[in-house]
């Protein structure tokens, strides 16, 4: 009876550590790009950085954190005007995790709008 208490156990824990290093990737690479855009945003808010300009560098980070996405995914809109206006970054995505016998999607939104320092 011990000996399967300790195989059970043993099971959970092992599945616990992949579930850790299949599924906590992709949520760390969202929250450095979530982290990217706003950013992005910010500066974008406060000078006359064109929407194109933003938009070439956020899908630079992606690429670096290997985010799967299209430079037409990227969605900017700024408001305003320059300097006094706001920036609207929107990047949905979704990543692929093939879990054994599960194999899911996780779908991510990393959206941010920046009012600047103005307003």
């Known amino acids: ?33 979530q982290d990217e855009i706003q950013s992005e945003a910010l500066y974008g808010a406060n000078n006359s950085k064109p929407e194109e300009a933003i938009q070439d560098a956020v899908y630079k980070k992606a690429q670096e954190l290997r985010i799967p996405i299209t430079r037409d995914d990227i969605k900017v809109h700024r408001v305003g005007v320059n300097g006094s206006g706001s920036v609207s970054i929107d990047v949905p995505y979704v990543v692929h995790v093939a879990i054994p016998g599960y194999p899911t999607d996780l779908h ?8 600047g320092a103005n307003n």
């Open 1 to 33: 009876m011990g000996s399967i208490k300790l195989i059970f156990g043993l099971s959970v824990i092992v599945i616990s550590l992949y579930l850790c290093v299949v599924l906590v990737p992709p949520y760390y690479d969202n929250y450095e790009f």
């Open 108 to 115: 991510f939104d990393a959206t941010v709008t920046d009012m």
